[in-house]
């Protein structure tokens, strides 16, 4: 089984996270930031992972550290678990609608780090969770799990619909690279090393 774990303390968060990449349970997300477990909790849906969170972080501040410190610790996750890749499809593209909203997510599990985010915001706040802090916890996410991920709303207007769009999506683009193809042998890339 593709497994990680890792428990990060800082002077700002403390946490702890486990993901299985082969087993769809447990989901337990307690981040203290309600919109943000939300997302995630539909993330490891979408992606039918195994994910539990559990964080500490310096909220009274606001969620920032929090969410950025997640996409760190979820990307190192994902690539330890992950391994040599061997035998993985390695690419995922996922277009997800949320009524008037079109979000997509496509990616590259390629051990190089980059993200485009091309989304906007109307609503700067959802409960405790700043908007702007999605691009900060999909950049600390692809960074590093080290791959390619593009990111987009086609179309949309309310705010939520198209976070969770872009959660989703990439949910479901990260199934799609992260399984593994009878078809490949080896890595999928001819470098042999991803």
């Known amino acids: 089984m593709r497994t990680a774990a890792l428990n990060r303390s800082t002077a700002e968060t403390k946490i702890e996270l486990r993901l299985n990449l082969d087993q769809q349970e447990p989901v337990n997300i307690q981040t203290g930031v309600g919109f943000f477990d939300h997302m995630l909790t539909l993330f490891a849906r979408h992606s039918r992972i195994s994910l539990e969170v559990n964080v500490n972080g310096d909220l009274e501040v606001d969620s920032h550290h929090t969410v950025e410190d997640?996409?760190?610790?979820?990307?190192?996750?994902?690539?330890d678990a992950l391994g040599d890749k061997r035998g993985i499809n390695r690419y995922g593209t996922s277009?997800?609608?949320?009524?008037?909203?079109l979000g997509m997510a496509?990616?590259?599990l390629s051990g190089r780090?980059?993200?485009?985010?091309?989304?906007?915001?109307?609503n700067p706040k959802l409960g405790t969770?700043?908007?702007?802090?999605?691009?900060?916890?999909?950049q600390a996410l692809a960074f590093?799990?080290?791959?390619?991920?593009?990111?987009k709303i086609l179309h949309g207007k309310n705010t939520h619909h198209k976070?969770?769009?872009?959660?989703?999506?990439t949910g479901r683009a990260l199934r799609e690279a992260i399984t593994e193809n009878p078809e490949i042998?080896?890595?999928?890339?001819t470098k042999g090393i991803l």
């Open 70 to 79: 997640v996409g760190i610790v979820l990307g190192q996750c994902i690539k």
């Open 95 to 101: 277009f997800v609608p949320m009524d008037e909203t």
């Open 106 to 108: 496509s990616l590259d």
């Open 113 to 122: 780090s980059f993200l485009v985010f091309d989304a906007d915001f109307d």
């Open 129 to 138: 969770f700043d908007t702007e802090l999605t691009e900060e916890f999909f």
């Open 144 to 151: 590093n799990t080290q791959m390619n991920l593009h990111l």
């Open 163 to 169: 976070i969770e769009a872009l959660f989703k999506a």
């Open 185 to 189: 042998k080896g890595v999928n890339s």
